[in-house]
């Protein structure tokens, strides 16, 4: 079993529609985690990340972590064609020095 | 600022050669991590170097092995390759690790294609 699960999609929206993309993981270390974007042929970027558990927003994005749950989220309100890219969650143990633990991706496709 | 360089772009090689992959860091930045990401999943660490010296790795044999140089870029080589080497190789870029978590910036990866 992989430390850390995503649904891999492939995941198609209509543009203006709320976008959901989760993350599961099994190690109860992880402290830090992330949400990057990655557009076809380019390297991921970051979007957001949150310290242990509650939610971060910045703008249309909003990422929510539940520790309890090992559960993570993130959140696109108001989607627009130029979201549509591969999302990938990341985490951290505290301290590791910034070993991430990726999960596989979600193809995202917002439809214009 | 040119950002996370990384080269060549694609390289297509045989089974059992050898592979060097080359990462320029972000300006500024002195840490460099590398990654493997297969098609369709998230990429997995390889190792990050600090200091000319590997201070973490990840799950990856010794045919994988790595150097700093002192103006922080970064090589990556892969000896006797395999068929599932082929992959993308992403260069990441951050601040020396403090315990806090920084931003770690990604270069636009090394297309590998091993026949």
């Known amino acids: 079993q992989k430390e850390v699960e995503q649904d891999p999609g492939p995941l198609s929206v209509p543009e203006g529609a709320i976008v959901s993309l989760n993350c599961t993981y099994s190690?109860?270390?992880?402290?830090?985690f992330m949400w990057y974007r990655q557009y076809s042929r380019k390297g991921p970027e970051l979007l957001m990340y949150?310290?242990?558990?509650g939610n971060k927003e910045d703008g249309r994005f909003t990422a929510q972590v539940d520790k309890s749950s090992k559960y993570i989220s993130l959140f696109i309100r108001d989607s627009q064609p130029s979201d549509s890219a591969t999302y990938l969650c990341?985490?951290?143990?505290?301290?590791?020095?910034?070993?991430?633990?990726f999960g596989s991706g979600t193809q995202l496709t917002v439809l214009p | 600022d040119a950002g996370v360089t990384q080269s060549p772009t694609h390289l297509i090689k045989t089974r059992g050669q050898q592979v060097t992959l080359r990462c320029s860091p972000k300006?500024?930045?002195?840490?460099v991590s590398w990654y493997q990401q297969a098609l369709g999943q998230g990429p997995q660490f390889i190792f990050q170097?600090?200091?000319?010296?590997?201070?973490q790795r990840g799950n990856f044999p010794d045919r994988f092995s790595g150097h700093q140089f002192p103006n922080y870029s970064s090589e990556l080589n892969v000896n006797a390759l395999l068929l599932g080497d082929s992959a993308l190789y992403l260069c990441?870029?951050?601040?020396?690790?403090?315990?806090?978590?920084?931003?770690?910036?990604f270069g636009p990866g090394t297309r590998l294609t091993v026949l």
């Open positions: 990441a870029s951050s601040l020396a690790p403090t315990g806090v978590v920084n931003e770690q910036f």
């Open positions: 190690n109860s270390a992880f402290q830090y």
């Open positions: 949150t310290y242990s558990s």
């Open positions: 990341a985490m951290t143990v505290s301290g590791s020095a910034r070993q991430l633990t």
């Open positions: 300006s500024g930045h002195d840490t």
């Open positions: 170097y600090y200091e000319e010296e590997e201070r």
